[in-house]
């Protein structure tokens, strides 16, 4: 019903910086919290960042002062911009949407991009 786009995603050098967007499409009723979500081989998906519909956000220790979220709701996009970019950074980003139809939520995934932070 809905789907999820990914793109933005890339190789950087350390210190560089990388703009993620992800836009959902298909039968959507309302968007609550979007977020980011990064996973590396032999490790659990991490969250990045939350946004909720009010435009309130978390960060993973990991990135606050570095990463921004940001939503277009009129767009239905959700955005990471990714500063100072280190290696430990390197990861598949999958964005994670919510949305709500009566009283039932739905929870939807991108398809990952690949963000490489290396010299």
């Known amino acids: 019903q809905v789907q999820l786009v990914e793109s933005g995603g890339g190789l950087v050098q350390p210190g560089g910086f990388l703009r993620l967007s992800c836009a959902a499409s298909?039968?959507?009723?309302?968007?609550?919290?979007m977020g980011w979500y990064r996973q590396v081989p032999g490790k659990q998906r991490e969250l990045v960042a939350r946004?909720?519909?009010?435009?309130?956000?978390n960060y993973a220790d990991s990135v606050k002062g570095r990463f921004t979220i940001s939503r277009d709701n009129a767009k239905n996009t959700v955005y990471l911009q990714m500063n100072s970019l280190k290696p430990e950074d390197t990861a598949v980003y999958y964005c994670?949407?919510?949305?709500?139809?009566?009283?039932?939520?739905?929870?939807?995934w991108g398809q990952g991009t690949q963000v490489t932070v290396s010299s």
């Open positions: 298909g039968s959507i009723f309302s968007i609550n919290v």
């Open positions: 994670k949407v919510s949305t709500t139809r009566g009283v039932q939520t739905y929870v939807y």
């Open positions: 946004i909720t519909g009010g435009g309130s956000t």
